[in-house]
């Protein structure tokens, strides 16, 4: 009789301390500060929610871009090697090897400033003050014609009006109850008698040559 209540009161007893455990904490860690939460709380939304006090022009973007970025991006925003090309890109979003820029397929200017702001420049994020990355989103817009001045001053108070030229092509997905997959007769094994390569990455260099693919270990078939 004894043998056969030590699970069930083992098991009460542990439900029991996991219940204070819950109601009172761990006894691990600390309430994060204010100051601590904000340095976290650094993202912005389309609507402006997050964006920091502050501005920048074209012209001083220019100067901030050509010290911070250019390296990477190029003067103009050309790209350098294989870094992302910055500017351009209308009218190619239809070809095999679209070039996606904020003037070509970005939907909100506030993923531009977020971005910079949070990752740029490379090896050094969190560098630039609020101004600055104004002044470089300023600069990004102009080099791709959605501001057409060197004086434009990009700052919180006009920021939510600036319309990337391809927001209207992004939409909410208006099927929430649509199944992705509806085919419950897939083809799970021996689909097709051959396989072939039907394209290659070369952009990243990563498809292996025919020659190569012959002296591998492993291979497709």
Not at 74 to 85: D, K, Y
Not at 118 to 143: K, Q
Not at 164 to 193: H, Q
């Amino acid at each position: 009789m004894l043998k056969s209540l030590k699970v069930p009161v083992a098991f009460g007893l542990v439900m029991v301390l996991a219940g204070s455990a819950l109601a009172g904490g761990f006894g691990l860690g600390r309430v994060a500060e204010t100051d601590e939460i904000a340095a976290w709380d650094i993202d912005v939304r389309p609507d402006g929610q997050g964006l920091p006090e502050g501005s920048g022009t074209v012209a001083e973007g220019e100067v901030v871009f050509s010290e911070r970025c250019a390296a990477c991006h190029g003067e103009f925003g050309e790209g350098v090697g294989r870094w992302p090309v910055l500017a351009g890109g209308q009218g190619t979003l239809t070809n095999d090897r679209p070039i996606k820029t904020i003037g070509s397929y970005w939907p909100y200017l506030s993923t531009v400033y977020d971005y910079i702001n949070r990752a740029m420049p490379f090896g050094e994020s969190g560098s630039l003050t609020p101004d600055e990355v104004y002044a470089i989103t300023a600069y990004l817009l102009y080099m791709n014609d959605v501001v057409t001045k060197e004086d434009f001053e990009l700052s919180k108070a006009n920021f939510t009006s600036i319309r990337l030229p391809n927001e209207e092509n992004f939409f909410f997905d208006p099927r929430p109850e649509t199944p992705i997959f509806d085919n419950t007769e897939a083809c799970m094994t021996n689909c097709k008698s051959e396989v072939a390569i039907t394209s290659r990455a070369r952009i990243l260099d990563v498809t292996p040559e025919e020659d190569d693919a012959e002296n591998a270990s492993g291979s497709i078939d």
